[in-house]
């Protein structure tokens, strides 16, 4: 699988279908481990944009091992479907999905897994660190080694986890990531709306990730709600007025951290 140089050869054994955020950093990564592949997507701006990106043509005619569907979890059954429609002779290769909430099921192909990076992917965001980047991998027991070696090329944090372990992982990671990073974006508005910089916050954001990996998140927790100091909080909602949805998330979530 592995190929000398930075250029996928002229025969590639892996193709990747998408255009989005996660296609284009697999795609970076391929290339930076020498992976031979080629780059498939609809006929669109995007995967225009991420032909020029990547300085590779698309939808390059080939006879793939591998076929990654980087794609959005809603259309994986039609286009995995579509895909082996109208290219019957990629049947035996091994369909993967990236998928951290749907079952390798979902693939309309005889042979099928999961190949899930835990991170959050942004085109703009050059480059990530895939040697800190747990890879979760899920196929049948004929196709583990096949897709278990693909996978240490990537990264050499590589797990088994099945359809519904990844489902609650998944959920887990929305927690700490979307959730988190939305609650960021109301701190960075109210920063705004008194004329302060969200890059303040930054010392505060760090140490905050930093005690919550060292001692636990539960340890970890501060602030006038683990103190019960019911002035303090009262005088936020008094500036929350104005927003009775912010004002409503913060007792919620204060709530919830009295409870523990």
């Given amino acids: 699988m592995m190929q000398s140089g930075r250029r996928p050869v002229e025969k590639p054994d ?35 944009r991420l032909s020029q990106l990547l300085g590779m043509s698309l939808n390059v005619p080939c006879l793939p091992r591998v076929v990654l569907l980087a794609i959005s979890d809603h259309a994986l059954p039609e286009v995995s479907e579509h895909l082996l429609h109208k290219n019957p002779a990629w049947i035996d290769a091994l ?56 996978a240490e090329i990537l990264s050499p ?20 990531c979307n959730f ?20 303040l916050l930054q010392p505060l954001l760090e140490e905050t990730l930093a005690k919550a990996l060292a001692l636990g998140s539960a340890k970890a927790q501060t602030g006038p709600a683990v103190r019960g100091d019911e002035v303090v909080m009262n ?17 919620m979530l204060s709530e919830g951290i009295r409870r523990g």
């Avoid at 990236?98 to 390798?104: V, W």
């Avoid at 944090?157 to 700490?176: C, E, I, P, T, Y």
């Fill in 14 to 48: 892996i193709l990747i279908y998408g255009s989005g955020n996660v296609a284009y950093h697999f795609a970076s990564r391929f290339l930076e481990c020498g992976l031979s592949f080629a780059l498939h997507a609809r006929a669109s701006e995007h995967g225009d």
């Fill in 95 to 150: 369909w993967l999905h990236t998928s951290g909430s749907q079952p390798i099921t979902v693939i309309a192909a005889p042979r099928k897994g999961s190949l899930y990076p835990l991170q959050t992917f942004h085109r703009d965001k050059a480059r990530l660190n895939w040697a800190h980047l747990p890879l979760f991998v899920e196929a049948a027991d004929a196709d583990l080694p096949e897709l278990q070696q693909l």
């Fill in 157 to 176: 944090k590589v797990r088994f986890l099945d359809s519904q372990g990844r489902l609650r992982l998944h959920l887990s990671a929305v927690f700490a």
């Fill in 180 to 199: 988190s990073n939305y609650c960021y974006s109301i701190a960075s508005k109210l920063m705004e709306q008194n004329g302060l910089d969200f890059q």
């Fill in 235 to 251: 005088k936020h909602l008094e500036l929350l007025k104005a927003t009775p949805e912010l004002a409503e998330i913060y007792r």
